[in-house]
């Protein structure tokens, strides 16, 4: 099977774009990467998008990007997978090249979700459950539900509110740094734990917000540079009265494993992490189900600053989902535009010598989640 | 490259399902082509969708038929590409196959639409053009851009709005022999001259319906029973003004271009089809973009009945999307479903020893679209 590449990576500021429609969003992203990719001849072009339809009323994004962008009657695709809608596009494309259908994919993700109202967006974002069921009729939001695997989780270990806020705090400092970030305000561990509740225990900084941005990355077939290790993906309960366990999330421990395997590295290997922090809560289970430190353990993990430079792993360091924003469709390919530009030695809030990075993208209440290893490899 | 063979087939009736959700239409095809192909080992699932966030609010459809079928935790995914999404979501399942990625898929198409009112279906199906144009603007919808064709074909040739009417007459005629078909009440040629008009010239019958309905398949590796010969896709444009020539559907031809290719066969090859008349008119630009007949010449072959029974090549004998209706996620599937019914030597109106079909869906105004070529392999 053929190696696989990042050949180019792009990205518009992550916020709110009030005078800029997706498709301009979408087209400025995939221009940036194309660019960088030198404009290759693209073979494919696989899009990540959630709520075109159901807030944009635009679908046929795949076409759009071909036809707008002259790339000629190649096969275009749009995928959704939830939150995940990025990373599984992007895996898509990266077994088009393994295999030798393409040699070259250009793969976007968009979301436009500023515009919407509170409401609208709510609603639009449930369709990730799995609405045929009780537990639609019952008013389980995506707050409702990571705010009771927080409770679990402080009644199981010894974790408490603050723990959550280090985490928001943690990723608003990376980021100050990042100019295409959502939030660049500092923000006190204070201020953080004062703030408007959403669903208890979790308050306005624990939940990500909503965000209008795109990222795009192009890949190719290639043995050098940044390349891909593994490609893995993974599905999960899309109920809360299904899950074995509220304090696991079985698809990102299967995506990671097999991703592991794949790789031959295991967790110990990884210089450098982006992963879904929907919720601050999300982060520390994520951190868990990665391997990184054992299960009931996150809390701690983060109140000694082990997930921040200097300790065991750095977390996030483009501000992730919280303070960088969540355009949903667009969050899978921007985790790895961060682990792309760290592997690279380019990135804001730089890991020294960066080598090897993961990136994690989860779905709905742990109903998708893919994980994706980056190796740096000279010339 | 490893050969592919579709090892089960399944299909809900098309029609109005009032008292059925979208996921139960989903879980019966898929439950229904699980069966058929003796329940094996599925690696991944594929589903063709359009408008389920939009007119449902519910995603995340991959995940679900793995978790409520308790398929485990593989990869799935939601495909998009307007009225192409099944046929683009059987293509990434053949994809895998070939290549080795997956012994086992399950694809499932599937929409609901008969809940909706016709403004907020219209709204829906709208989303599969491209809204950031003045054409969206300007007021123009389906019927609109489709009717605008059929004025323009009727000045360029001999046509009238009797060749479409015969079109509509031999896909209901066809109908009336499939039970799972939305219209099996039997019409007349001055009937469907006579009925309601829509977009001049296209009246009630030259346009497909609003259907709710499922088809799923599983597709095995495998060299014998009905094998996939071609799979191909390609793009269009996405707003009429970009059209070079209004009477030609580029990414129709292209992507059967492809696929003759890949199977190293011609249209005179093929002894039954599916094709994609969302419109009367636009199956007869389908049977010269496909090259059954040559350009211009499509209604005269209507004329003559050379698309049917005893004639060159049966089109549509399911009834086609006019008649058996147009589920749009479940269309590109449902035609799969008929073409390997035929040449089972299962079908309602069954073309004598159909050996190789094809099977063509579009998405958009053109902007999609796949073509499927199979072929009966005895053991």
Chains 1, 2 share one sequence.
């Not at 990205?11 to 992203?29: I, Q, R, V, Y």
């Not at 200097?310 to 977390?315: A, D, E, L």
């Not at 989860?362 to 000279?378: D, P």
Request: charge should be negative.
């Amino acid at each position: 099977m053929r190696k696989v590449t990042v050949s180019g990576i792009g990205m518009t500021p992550f916020g709110k774009h009030e005078h800029t429609s997706l498709k301009t969003l979408l087209m400025d992203a995939c221009v940036d990467a194309l660019k960088e990719a030198n404009f290759p001849k693209i073979d494919a072009v696989y899009i990540g998008n959630f709520m075109g339809g159901s807030l944009g009323n635009q679908e046929i994004l795949g076409a759009i990007v071909a036809n707008d962008l002259g790339l000629g009657n190649i096969p275009t695709t749009k995928v959704e997978g939830a939150c995940a809608s990025g990373g599984i596009a992007f895996r898509q494309a990266y077994l088009n090249i393994q295999n030798g259908v393409c040699d070259h994919v250009l793969i976007a993700g968009v979301e436009k979700m500023k515009h919407a109202s509170t409401e609208d967006v709510t609603r639009a974002i449930n369709a990730a459950m799995d609405n045929d069921s009780n537990e639609k009729n019952a008013g389980l939001t995506f707050p409702g539900f990571f705010g009771t695997l927080a409770n679990r989780y402080f009644y199981e270990t010894g974790a408490s509110k603050k723990h959550l806020a280090m985490v928001a705090l943690k990723n608003r400092e990376y980021a100050l740094n990042n100019h295409k970030a959502q939030f660049r305000k500092p923000a006190s561990l204070e201020e953080i734990m004062a703030a408007r509740m959403i669903t208890e225990p979790l308050g306005l900084f624990d939940c990500s917000p909503t965000t209008d941005g795109a990222a795009a990355i192009v890949l190719s077939k290639g043995e050098h540079g940044v390349i891909v290790r593994a490609s893995a993906q993974a599905s999960g309960t899309t109920q809360m009265q299904e899950t074995e366990d509220l304090l696991s999330i079985p698809a990102v421990r299967a995506s990671a494993n097999t991703a592991y395997e794949q790789a031959g590295l295991g967790p110990s290997d990884i210089d450098v992490v982006e992963l879904h922090d929907c919720f601050t809560m999300t982060e520390i289970l994520a951190i868990e189900e990665l391997g990184f430190f054992e299960k009931g353990t996150g809390w701690e993990a983060v109140e000694k600053g082990l997930t921040k430079h200097g300790g065991k792993i750095p977390v996030n360091t483009s501000g992730g989902l919280l303070s960088k924003g969540h355009p949903i469709g667009a969050t899978g390919i921007s985790q790895i535009y961060q682990v792309v530009s760290q592997l690279r030695g380019t990135s804001c809030n730089q890991v020294d010598g960066a080598r090897i990075g993961l990136a994690q993208n989860l779905g709905g209440t742990g109903a998708y989640s893919t994980v994706h290893i980056f190796e740096r490899v000279n010339a």
